[in-house]
């Protein structure tokens, strides 16, 4: 995108369109996909396997989220239709959900008796 | 602690700052801010607080590659220390001539942080890549 400053890359119709996919990428697929993936590996442990909770809703989670951001970076490209968006957007929320699910109950004090 | 992290973590706390007082200037009244410092601003917070943070931690705390390989210093986080920084200081100086005049020598100044910071990305991409696997 800064290349495009100089010389035009991205046709300056497309450019706020661009922008979007931009933060999308960065925000989404970098920062917090990273804290996801950090949050499931270092949060406490069961005792018993699966360790880490269940391998569904962990698979299920990074499925969804990572469809749900091609879906949205298809429609940033013009490669799906506008409505696509929504359900691009659906299929981050479900994602982000099964991840809640799964680290809800790994979010407790170190030495509990229960 | 090892020594890049704590030069990744002091930087990016440097950034933080900079990028507070950034919203200052862009808010205060009759300050006299040129336009698009929000780009900068969002950019400084991000990459230079959030990302350079990440960087940091994740050079510290992820396995190893082997244990004959100790997380000291290695050529390649200095070279992405130094090419992520100086990336973002290139665009720092140059976004705000680039609003004022889009041309000039701000077009190529621009070009060459984009190209700074993605050589950074490449180079911290390759250095972890190896780490990020089972204990």
């Not at chain 1, 749900?68 to 429609?75: D, I, N, P, T």
Request: aromatic share 14%; proline share 6%; with cysteine.
């Amino acid at each position: 995108m800064l290349v495009n400053k100089h010389a035009v890359v991205v046709p300056l119709e497309r450019w706020m369109f661009t922008t979007g996919l931009h933060v999308e990428l960065a925000l989404l697929g970098w920062i917090l996909q990273l804290v996801m993936g950090t949050a499931y590996w270092i949060l406490p442990r069961y005792h018993e396997e699966p360790k880490r909770g269940s391998p569904v809703l962990a698979w299920g989670s990074y499925t969804l989220f990572n469809g749900g951001l091609l879906v949205m970076a298809g429609v940033h490209l013009y490669v799906l239709p506008a409505f696509g968006a929504l359900a691009g957007r659906v299929l981050l929320l479900v994602g982000v959900l099964c991840f809640v699910l799964l680290i809800w109950p790994r979010v407790f004090a170190f030495m509990r008796k229960d | 602690m090892p020594r890049m992290t704590r030069w990744f973590l002091k930087t990016g706390l440097i950034y933080f700052l900079l990028s507070a007082l950034l919203l200052i200037w862009m808010e205060w009244p009759g300050g006299g801010a040129p336009p698009g410092l929000q780009a900068l601003f969002y950019h400084l917070l991000m990459v230079g607080w959030v990302t350079q943070i990440i960087i940091g931690v994740s050079l510290w705390l992820f396995p190893r590659a082997s244990r004959n390989k100790p997380r000291d210093v290695k050529g390649i986080h200095v070279a992405v220390y130094t090419l992520l920084n100086a990336g973002l200081i290139l665009r720092a100086l140059a976004e705000p001539g680039w609003f004022g005049q889009q041309a000039g020598w701000t077009g190529p100044v621009l070009v060459g942080s984009a190209l700074l910071q993605w050589l950074a990305v490449c180079g911290y991409a390759a250095s972890i890549w190896q780490r990020i696997r089972r204990r």
